[in-house]
């Protein structure tokens, strides 16, 4: 089953308006869930961590902060970010207390936050529900904020995806995704086209696109 759910109605909603949809059914459905495959693969990828402290990601879009908490128990430093304050008040209280002081949230729209210099940014399923007009401006300020050696995790909806039809959606198609990492290595790249269900119980057809991929130096 996919962790796929609907937009708040509004490209402008805010973190108040948000609390009125879905979003924290969702949470409370998947916070047990574990994490994804790429946030595991693009973590083991850096192996151990170095001698001066610990590695920092960016988690944007946590929910309830199953890939946080994963990466916090690798040992990660993670700054949370989610557009609803349930996720993060989901994930502080999952969060065991001896990792707690590796960890900070924030709560803002994708669109409004900076994303500040890390090793890895992990953005699963958050990207999709960007609006159009904002998209490719908001995948350069998440690259811009990996340095060489760094790395990018997430999963995309593909052009095949139910999603792709669907207001306040964007979904490009895999060539253009390629594109949009020019100047990073492939390590992991997976495709998928399948019918299912969305974490809340509705019928979907998926096209998933899952990607961890490396800054190489210029």
Not at 137 to 149: D, E, H, K, M
Request: proline share 6%; with cysteine; glycine share 6%.
């Amino acid at each position: 089953m996919t962790d796929h759910i609907q937009p708040p109605d509004a490209d402008e909603a805010t973190a108040d308006q948000a609390a009125d949809t879905h979003w924290p059914d969702y949470y409370e459905i998947t916070a047990e869930r574990p994490s994804w495959t790429t946030t595991k693969t693009a973590a083991e990828a850096f192996g151990e961590h170095p001698t001066e402290g610990p590695r920092f990601a960016v988690d944007l879009g946590c929910g309830a902060g199953r890939d946080t908490r994963e990466l916090l128990r690798r040992g990660w430093r993670v700054l949370a970010t989610d557009m609803t304050p349930e996720g993060p008040e989901t994930l502080w209280r999952l969060t065991q207390a001896e990792d707690r002081d590796r960890l900070e949230t924030e709560v803002s729209r994708l669109q409004d936050f900076e994303v500040p210099v890390c090793d890895l940014v992990n953005a699963n399923l958050i990207l999709p529900f960007q609006p159009a007009d904002d998209y490719e401006a908001t995948w350069q300020r998440i690259l811009a904020a990996i340095p060489v050696g760094g790395r990018f995790a997430g999963m995309l909806f593909g052009d095949q995806d139910q999603a792709a039809d669907e207001e306040g959606m964007t979904c490009p198609s895999p060539a253009v995704i390629r594109d949009y990492l020019d100047g990073f290595d492939i390590e992991y790249w997976t495709e998928k086209e399948e019918d299912g269900q969305t974490a809340l119980g509705d019928d979907h057809h998926f096209h998933l696109i899952e990607i961890v991929a490396i800054r190489r130096e210029a």
